[in-house]
């Protein structure tokens, strides 16, 4: 079983920065796609960025990138989002999410989730 707990999440004007952290609790998290997601309020959960297992390789959907950066530490079984020039627009519950092997930007095809961290951006 993977648990995943994120955190980072806070209320920041517009063009400002976050870096979200999310805590992979598994023996060995190499062998994981880990991704980020976000839900804004009224609105479904989308897909934000995803970081592959061992090659590393990142994608990010369109309206995050080059603002975003996903990352990835194995040593310390943590994923990270740092985000810039935020906008009301990213405003979201962020959720990090986990499968085994390849990654996707399905949601439905991520087994494990966190309980998500909430991030506020005000104009």
């Known amino acids: 079983q993977v648990h995943l707990v994120e955190f980072g999440g806070d209320s920041v004007q517009a063009g400002g920065s976050l870096k979200l952290s999310c805590v992979v609790s598994?023996?060995?998290?190499?062998?994981?796609?880990l991704s980020w997601f976000r839900q804004a309020p009224g609105k479904e959960r989308e897909w934000v960025a995803h970081?592959?297992?061992?090659?590393?390789?990142?994608y990010y959907n369109h309206p995050v990138e080059g603002r975003f950066t996903i990352s990835r530490d194995n040593s310390k079984n943590m994923a990270y989002l740092q985000m810039e020039n935020l906008g009301p627009e990213d405003t979201a519950m962020y959720f990090c999410?986990?499968?085994?092997?390849?990654?996707?930007?399905?949601?439905?095809?991520?087994?494990?989730w966190g309980q998500g961290t909430q991030v506020t951006i005000s104009s």
């Open positions: 999410a986990a499968r085994v092997y390849s990654c996707i930007d399905v949601e439905s095809l991520y087994p494990y």
């Open positions: 598994k023996g060995t998290s190499s062998d994981l796609c």
């Open positions: 970081i592959s297992a061992t090659t590393e390789i990142t």
